[in-house]
Every structure is written in structure tokens, then in C-alpha cells.
């Protein structure tokens, strides 16, 4: 009889110790999703910093990436492959290169990976700075899809529509 109680003990702690193992995979989602934050600030921050080069570093260099957003001043634009892409964003820079002291905030932020890809989407609230090529002032719609390669979370998709300052129906909801 103790003998199959000791069995069972052993059995049961074999089996409540094969529920914690898998925790591997949650610790790589939380670093993947960290990483992600990060390319998300550095490619945010260097834009109003006006670092084109650290701006490239966050972003895929191929033909398929896109940008896809509305802004009230500019429409809707959109922008196919990164020659495209960084073309207009380094000419930007080039003709506003004084930094932009742009005061950020991002809520509601969800982040899915699923191997080597990875989306976003979350708020951001800009600041009215007064340089309107640039500026985003109140709350935008963000989407980012980004992608793994050589072991760096890049971004391949980035989508935006600007709804405004926070007097806007959406951003008092």
C-alpha cells in the first residue's frame, strides 16, 4: 500500500511539473514583443529626430513593403516598396531637419506574433509642434506588420489614419 501511495506522489509531481515546463514559448512571445516595442519607438523616434539612418535600420529594404495612410492635410498616401519609401522619407528629413519635439504617447497596444511575423496595432496621441510637414497631431489609428530576419524584427507595413486632436468624436469614446 505505500508503495502505491509513493507512486502516486511520484506520478502526481511528474505530472504537476509537465504543466510548468512549456514555459519557453512565453518567454520568447514577451522578448519577440519587446523587441517589437523597440523597433516601433526607435523607427518613431528617429523620424521626428530626423536620423534617417536609424529610421532605414528599422525598416525591411524590399519591394514589398508598403505604407498605407490619411492625414486631413495630405489625404491618403500610399507608398509601395522601400526605394519608394525611403526616397520620400529621407527627402523629408533632408527638407526638415531641425528635430521635432514630438511628445508621444501610445495606448491600447496589441502585438500578435506567429513565427517570423509579427502585427500591431495601437493609438498614438502627437503633439502639435507647429512643423506641419511632419506633425500628427492627436489621436492616429496605428497598424505595424513587421517581419524576423537574420534574428532583427523589421518592419514591412506600416498604416496610419490620423483622426485628429481630441475635440474628434473617436478619441472621446
Known amino acids: ?3 502505491l501511495l509513493i507512486k502516486g506522489i511520484v506520478a502526481a509531481a511528474f505530472a504537476a511539473l509537465s504543466f510548468m515546463a512549456p514555459d ?5 512571445v514577451s522578448a519577440d514583443e519587446d523587441a517589437i516595442k523597440k523597433v516601433i519607438i526607435a523607427e518613431t523616434e528617429a ?17 514589398y513593403v508598403r505604407v498605407v ?23 523629408l528629413i533632408i527638407d526638415n531637419p531641425e528635430k521635432n519635439r514630438q511628445q508621444v ?4 497596444m496589441n502585438i500578435r506574433v506567429s513565427g517570423n ?21 492627436g489621436l492616429s489609428y496605428e497598424t505595424r506588420i513587421l517581419e524576423k530576419q537574420d534574428g532583427r524584427w523589421k518592419i514591412v ?3 496610419w489614419l490620423l483622426d485628429g486632436g481630441p475635440e474628434s468624436k473617436q478619441a472621446t469614446k
Open 105 to 108: 504617447r501610445r495606448e491600447n
Open 47 to 63: 523620424f521626428w529626430d530626423k536620423d534617417f539612418s536609424t529610421l532605414a535600420n528599422q525598416w525591411a529594404h524590399g519591394d
Open 117 to 137: 511575423m509579427a502585427w500591431v496595432t495601437f493609438e498614438q496621441y502627437g503633439t502639435d509642434t507647429g512643423e506641419t510637414a511632419m506633425d500628427m497631431p
Open 69 to 91: 495612410g490619411w492625414w486631413q492635410r495630405g489625404g491618403v498616401t500610399v507608398m509601395k516598396g522601400w526605394s519608394v519609401i525611403g526616397g520620400r522619407m529621407e527627402k
Open 24 to 28: 519557453r514559448p512565453v518567454v520568447r
Open 157 to 159: 507595413y506600416a498604416g
Open 1 to 3: 500500500m505505500k508503495i
